[in-house]
Structures are given as structure tokens and as C-alpha cells.
């Protein structure tokens, strides 16, 4: 089979393809400063996940990630704002495959008239709730989203991301082992660095560009990776 036939063995890495497609990751040969002062070659961006079509694919990867996890859950929690797509649409495949699709979403500051409150959508009293959100950076949205859940009576048995850089936080560990241990709770990641490598080492001959940055994105491992 040539490269220009590859397909994806996986739905990690099949969401990686898709996410190179559309843009929302970007390899980047001069590279993008993140956060943490690390000059990465490579970028996630859910925010591109703009799209009906795109959307749908984002949420039957999550879907798929927590179905093959076996976790008991209840209810999926979109942390407001950008988990709130996330979980809706989650919800949507989650309940196609079956399985248990309630979802809830919170407000940043508590509605004073209608049905008021802070949170919108299903129960959360004495029910196992999953976090849907982007990505692990320091935690915080996800602290403030289980501080939610659990002052509604709930319990956070997981979190579900869409990318996991696998590399370190502020120790020896990955940022995601370190908000595992911080919170006792579960990560989740649809996909990771080491599927965008399999990707990119799969398809560098049909697309060069890919290839070209692979080096770099190596390095970067070796040196940042936990």
C-alpha cells in the first residue's frame, strides 16, 4: 500500500489526520511559544473545531475514548465555555453508541430569573460526572469545574481531553500525570504526541512537509517529553 493510500489504524489517529486537515494542528517549522516559555513545532487548537462536520468528528473521538475506557459515568460536564460544544456533542455520539448521554454545562455567573442557577442540563446529585474540556495546561479550569460538580452533589471519575502533549509539567512527570496525582482523577486524551509521530512517520513520503518538521518535533520530545 503507498502512502498516498494510508489510513488510520486507530481513532487517535484518525483525529489526528483530521485535525492536521483542518488546521487545528498546525506544524510549525519556526515554531509557536507556549505557555510554559517552550518553543513548540507543533500546536493544538480545538478552537478550529468550528464546524458542524468538525465538531462531529471531535465528539465521536471523545465518545470513543470514554466508551473504551469502561469508566462508570453518568453524566458528561462541559466546563463553561469552550466544554460546553464538547459535551453536547459527546453526549450526541455517546448516545449513539448506547450509553449513558446526560449532560450538563455551567454559567460563569449564576441566572437571576427563568429557571435561574448556575448549571443547565441534567442532575448532578449522586451522579458520576466526566469533565469534557480541551486540554491539560495548569489545571485550573478543571479545579473550578470539579469545585461545580461537586458542590451540585456530584463526583468526578474522569476527565476527557483532546490532546495530551505527553511532556513535562513542573516536575519529572507529564502535566497530565501531574494533575492525575494533584486531583486523583483520570485523563483521558483522544489523542497524543506519540500518534501524531506514528501519523507523520506513516505519511512523510506523500506529504514532505510533514517529514521535514518530524526532526524537530523529536527533538523536542528528547528534550521536553516526560
Same mark, same amino acid.
Given at each position: 500500500m503507498s502512502q498516498q493510500d494510508w489510513k488510520p489504524k486507530n481513532a487517535a489517529q484518525a483525529l489526528v489526520e483530521f485535525s492536521i486537515k483542518i488546521?487545528?494542528?498546525?506544524?510549525?517549522?519556526?515554531? =509557536?511559544?507556549?505557555?510554559?516559555?517552550?518553543?513548540?513545532?507543533?500546536?493544538?487548537?480545538?478552537?478550529?473545531?468550528?464546524?458542524?462536520?468538525?465538531?462531529?468528528?471531535?465528539?465521536?473521538? /471523545?465518545?470513543?475514548?470514554?466508551?473504551?475506557?469502561?469508566?462508570?459515568?453518568?453524566?458528561?460536564?462541559?466546563?463553561? /465555555? %469552550?466544554?460546553?460544544?464538547?459535551?453536547?456533542?459527546?453526549?450526541?455520539?455517546?448516545a449513539r453508541k448506547g450509553l449513558a448521554s446526560d449532560y450538563t454545562f455551567n454559567r460563569k455567573e449564576a441566572k437571576g430569573h427563568g429557571e435561574g442557577g448556575l448549571l443547565v442540563g441534567a442532575s448532578l446529585a449522586g451522579k458520576r460526572v466526566i469533565i469534557a474540556d480541551d486540554v491539560i495546561t495548569d489545571g485550573a479550569s478543571k479545579r473550578e469545574a470539579k469545585e461545580t460538580i461537586e458542590a451540585a452533589g456530584g463526583t468526578v471519575v474522569a476527565v476527557v481531553?483532546?490532546?495530551? =502533549?505527553?511532556? =513535562?509539567?513542573?516536575?519529572?512527570?507529564?502535566?497530565? %500525570?501531574?494533575?492525575?496525582?494533584t486531583f486523583e482523577t483520570p485523563v483521558l486524551a483522544a489523542a497524543t504526541l506519540s500518534d501524531l509521530i506514528d501519523v507523520i512517520e506513516a505519511t512523510a513520503n506523500a506529504h514532505p512537509e510533514r517529514g521535514e518538521i518530524l526532526p524537530k518535533i523529536l527533538a523536542y520530545r528528547s528534550e521536553f517529553g516526560a
Amino acid at each position: 500500500m503507498s502512502q498516498q493510500d494510508w489510513k488510520p489504524k486507530n481513532a487517535a489517529q484518525a483525529l489526528v489526520e483530521f485535525s492536521i486537515k483542518i488546521g487545528s494542528l498546525e506544524l510549525l517549522p519556526a515554531g =509557536r511559544t507556549l505557555k510554559s516559555g517552550r518553543v513548540s513545532p507543533y500546536f493544538f487548537n480545538s478552537g478550529l473545531f468550528c464546524d458542524g462536520s468538525a465538531l462531529e468528528f471531535l465528539g465521536s473521538s /471523545y465518545a470513543e475514548v470514554i466508551a473504551s475506557s469502561a469508566i462508570p459515568y453518568d453524566v458528561v460536564f462541559g466546563p463553561a /465555555y %469552550k466544554g460546553i460544544p464538547l459535551a453536547v456533542t459527546t453526549a450526541i455520539h455517546l448516545a449513539r453508541k448506547g450509553l449513558a448521554s446526560d449532560y450538563t454545562f455551567n454559567r460563569k455567573e449564576a441566572k437571576g430569573h427563568g429557571e435561574g442557577g448556575l448549571l443547565v442540563g441534567a442532575s448532578l446529585a449522586g451522579k458520576r460526572v466526566i469533565i469534557a474540556d480541551d486540554v491539560i495546561t495548569d489545571g485550573a479550569s478543571k479545579r473550578e469545574a470539579k469545585e461545580t460538580i461537586e458542590a451540585a452533589g456530584g463526583t468526578v471519575v474522569a476527565v476527557v481531553i483532546a490532546f495530551d =502533549r505527553q511532556e =513535562r509539567g513542573i516536575g519529572t512527570l507529564s502535566a497530565l %500525570k501531574e494533575f492525575e496525582q494533584t486531583f486523583e482523577t483520570p485523563v483521558l486524551a483522544a489523542a497524543t504526541l506519540s500518534d501524531l509521530i506514528d501519523v507523520i512517520e506513516a505519511t512523510a513520503n506523500a506529504h514532505p512537509e510533514r517529514g521535514e518538521i518530524l526532526p524537530k518535533i523529536l527533538a523536542y520530545r528528547s528534550e521536553f517529553g516526560a
